[in-house]
């Protein structure tokens, strides 16, 4: 929230000319009949999506050729705001003269883009990408039924956020490789959720069969299961590294250098000395101790037995440790 | 032509009203709580401001009415004092109230609820009101109050305030309204009704934004939401807005008088009904919530096929402005609970339309809404995928 957010103007500012011109004219609505489709020697193919129970539905009319598959005409009929007429009427235009197939690879994206006025501004606000969505879905569902094959054979990928055109596989790699850990991340770095916001979490707009909270949580759950599994392989090789190991690797190795190397001289003097906890604070780590039996109150504690036991975890696990009493 | 067809939203300010609050600008502009004869001058003016909003309501002279912001500040001192007073500081912990409630109440009940108060929000029925029965079947050992609304904003169904009122009573809970869509367009009378707590905003009936008020009945207790100054007796703390509460006063008294009221019940409500005749003989449209039982001035109209959204940015080609409750006018997304709450049609929450008129509307402003009307549905319909399946000769007789 910023001075911007605060009086927030009208949505329909937010349109394009390209938008305004083509909710108020579409060029390409209408429909095509059989009598036309044979007028133009092309198969006719009809296709719906949506429905008015959930605010967008839109019918798609082809006319195709089906010696070389090209698109001969497109039209559109659709229920729907006006961004979703704008959507409709440019999906059907960027269909005209495509083959099925280069039809198919036309996305939402596409069609937001060839409703902007100039490249790099939006022809939408966020919340009305979805819109376009719906007139991507629609040409899938059209390729289908004149191809005889399911809607889902187009989908290369599972799509998560439809909006942005955003993967699961691209969402889970970028959740591993930044660390992300909240939803805000993830929008931040995929632009996932961005938009409609449908995908975030349930209750929004469109019903989805997954979401973003979901994904970061069981992706978050892979990369513990994947570290610890490095961590327990490693370890079994001996080749594991103190800041590679687990919380309860470290402790375990702290405590076995401890009984051997510190403990021992602790213990000639009447004391002892146990570990509280152990905080990561980049780049160092915190190892938090507290003395026992006549080390409490020695004033080394602090000093000269405190540097020793730093030196000796120092030496043997890692230059970044540091021992804090308590 | 302009026509302004969305009064639920927000009214003119009547130029008369405007005449009183004028002077409260650069004349007489002292701190009503000075004790200069700067300050002292506002006063005459703000007690009779007063004395027409106890007369609008028919509350007593004992009673409180605090001058709020608006009156979702209203609502939420309602509200949020119930819980400071008895539910945080009493044995009690639940609220009553229903689906279609403005957000100035949902939202605030929801807010309570992550508090840990338990809130029972009831359904309407297929007419988009609750029957009075319901709240008495709810009512259990703590609850803290009912706040049940007079009139409905998106459909003007009123609800049976003065049975509910009577059964509040009865078992001894406080009960509020919300009485922001009855001001003035149907007589309001808190004393009749057994009303504890009334809310109202000025702007909703020709008087100036961001001033409303609170009715509290005496021996009804209030916690103030703003702490501060000695203002408004303690309950609600900051300098009075003179000039709006004047406006607030006299929008009231023009409101709510026998002739106001007669002429809202007469002349707006003949041209609403003209309106909303006109637009049912096209086929596939319907009232929602029904004819009956509303306030005058107000229609949401389901038109079969055209999408809310599209139905305004239509009308608003032609300098016409309604409102809609559909989901993609609005910045969440997400279906106005209102539409919603009827639950008899999934396919109406995205195309209702909603006009709602005022006294300063002419016939002739009406017959010039109800052409575009028409013009917006044919050529939305001759677009519209969903109404593509019907006989198209019910495009033909457009």
Redesign the interface.
């Known amino acids: 929230m910023a001075k911007n957010d605060l009086i927030t103007g009208s949505i329909w500012d937010e349109y394009s000319n390209q938008v305004i011109r083509r909710m108020d004219n579409p060029t390409y609505q209408g429909e095509i009949t059989e009598e036309k489709a044979k007028e133009l020697g092309g198969k006719l193919i009809v296709a719906d999506f949506g429905a008015e129970s959930c605010g967008d539905a839109v019918r798609l009319y082809w006319c195709v050729d089906e010696n070389t598959d090209k698109i001969l005409d497109s039209r559109f009929k659709s229920f729907g705001c006006g961004t979703a007429i704008a959507s409709s009427d440019a999906m059907a235009e960027l269909c005209i003269g495509k083959t099925v197939d280069e039809a198919v690879r036309i996305t939402n994206i596409d069609v937001e883009k060839a409703l902007r006025d100039t490249p790099d501004v939006p022809a939408v606000p966020p919340q009305k990408m979805h819109c376009s969505v719906m007139a991507y879905d629609v040409i899938k569902k059209a390729a289908s039924t004149y191809k005889g094959v399911d809607m889902e054979s187009f989908e290369e990928e599972f799509i998560v956020c439809e909006c942005a055109r955003v993967s699961l596989a691209t969402l889970q790699e970028v959740i591993k490789i930044n660390d992300l850990k909240t939803v805000e991340e993830v929008t931040d770095y995929t632009k996932a959720g961005a938009f409609c916001k449908s995908c975030i979490k349930p209750g929004g707009h469109e019903e989805k069969e997954m979401y973003l909270v979901d994904i970061l949580e069981n992706t978050r759950k892979e990369m513990d299961h994947d570290k610890m599994k490095v961590a327990a392989d490693a370890s079994a090789a001996g080749e594991s590294s103190f800041d590679k190991m687990t919380i309860v690797q470290r402790i375990k190795l702290i405590d076995e250098i401890l009984d051997t190397d510190i403990r021992p001289m602790l213990m000639m003097d009447g004391g002892n000395m146990e570990i509280i906890d152990i905080k990561e604070n980049m780049p160092h780590y915190d190892i938090y101790i507290r003395y026992l039996g006549a080390c409490s109150g020695c004033a080394s504690g602090d000093t000269g037995t405190l540097y020793a036991i730093e030196s000796v975890l120092k030496q043997k696990l890692d230059e970044n440790i540091r021992v804090l009493p308590i | 032509m302009e026509v302004y067809l969305d009064n639920n939203a927000t009214t003119m300010v009547d130029p008369e009203v405007f005449k009183e609050m004028e002077p409260f600008f650069c004349h007489i502009y002292g701190n009503p709580n000075s004790l200069h004869k700067f300050g002292a001058g506002t006063h005459p003016k703000m007690v009779e401001a007063l004395n027409y909003l106890y007369d609008g309501i028919n509350a007593a002279d004992e009673d409180d009415i605090i001058v709020t912001a608006n009156a979702t500040e209203s609502n939420n001192t309602v509200l949020k004092g119930i819980w400071i007073d008895k539910i945080l500081n009493g044995n009690k912990n639940h609220i009553i109230t229903s689906e279609v409630e403005h957000p100035a109440i949902t939202a605030t009940c929801k807010f309570l609820e992550s508090q840990g108060v338990s809130v029972t929000y009831l359904p309407v029925n297929e007419e988009g009101v609750l029957d009075a029965a319901q709240v008495k079947d709810y009512i259990r050992e703590d609850t803290a109050l009912v706040s049940i609304m007079w009139a409905n904003n998106e459909t003007g169904k009123i609800f049976p305030i003065k049975e509910i009122g009577q059964i509040c009573k009865e078992a001894g809970i406080p009960f509020h309204t919300d009485a922001t869509q009855a001001i003035g367009k149907v007589p309001v009378d808190v004393q009749e009704c057994n009303v504890n707590y009334l809310s109202l905003s000025a702007h909703k009936f020709h008087g100036p934004k961001g001033v409303g008020a609170l009715y509290v009945q005496k021996g009804y207790t209030l916690t103030p939401l703003l702490h501060g100054g000695e203002q408004m007796g303690g309950h609600r703390a900051g300098t009075v807005d003179v000039a709006s509460m004047i406006g607030m006063g006299f929008a009231m008294k023009l409101a709510t008088s026998k002739i106001a009221l007669a002429y809202e019940n007469n002349h707006v409500r003949k041209l609403r009904d003209k309106l909303e005749n006109a637009i049912l003989e096209i086929p596939e449209t319907l009232v929602i919530g029904g004819k009956e039982n509303r306030t005058p001035n107000t229609t949401l109209i389901s038109i079969r ?6 139905m305004l ?1 239509d009308l ?2 032609k300098t016409i402005g309604a409102s809609t409750g ?4 609005s ?5 106005n609970p209102v539409m919603n709450a009827f639950g008899s049609d ?2 109406l ?3 209702g339309v909603r006009f709602s008129l005022s006294r300063f509307n002419t016939e002739e402003e009406i017959d010039y809404a109800i052409e575009a009307i028409k013009n917006a549905i044919h050529r939305l319909r ?7 399946y019907t006989p198209k000769d019910h495009v033909s007789e457009l």
């Open positions: 096929g055209v999408e809310g959204e599209s940015w608003n080609q559909s989901a993609c006018a910045e969440d997304l997400e279906a999934s396919e929450a995205h195309t001759a677009i519209s995928s969903s109404y593509a």
